[in-house]
Nanobody
């Protein structure tokens, strides 16, 4: 049993910043790639940023240079620092983690989603 709990969303003005956190708990053998996705109403869910267990990162082109993904393996937590926010960043943000609960069982787990609204 694994649970991912997100926090840090909210309302911010254009140009502002937010930091999202996602902590995994439960029976965890290993956490592999972790990532953040976002979904606006009526739109598909897109990958925003990903990070491997070794710290390699990749970003959606439209957020590259503004967002930073990081992880604390000791805390089983992934973060998304969002700077210079724009109205088009408004969406529900979801955390995802590729987790092995035993040496054999491995699959993706999702957080509950947290709303980010960028508006004046």
């Amino acid at each position: 049993q694994v649970q991912l709990v997100e926090s840090g969303g909210g309302l911010v003005q254009p140009g502002g910043s937010l930091r999202l956190s996602c902590a995994a708990s439960g029976t965890i053998f290993s956490i592999y790639t972790m990532g953040w996705y976002r979904q606006a109403p009526g739109k598909q869910r897109d990958l925003v940023a990903g990070i491997t267990a070794g710290g390699s990162t990749n970003y959606l082109n439209s957020v590259n240079g503004r967002f930073t993904i990081s992880r604390d393996n000791a805390k089983n937590t992934v973060y998304l620092q969002m700077n210079s926010l724009k109205p088009e960043d408004t969406a529900v943000y979801y955390c995802k983690a590729d987790i092995g609960t035993t040496g054999w069982a491995r699959r993706d787990y999702w957080g509950q989603g947290t709303q980010v609204t960028v508006s004046s």
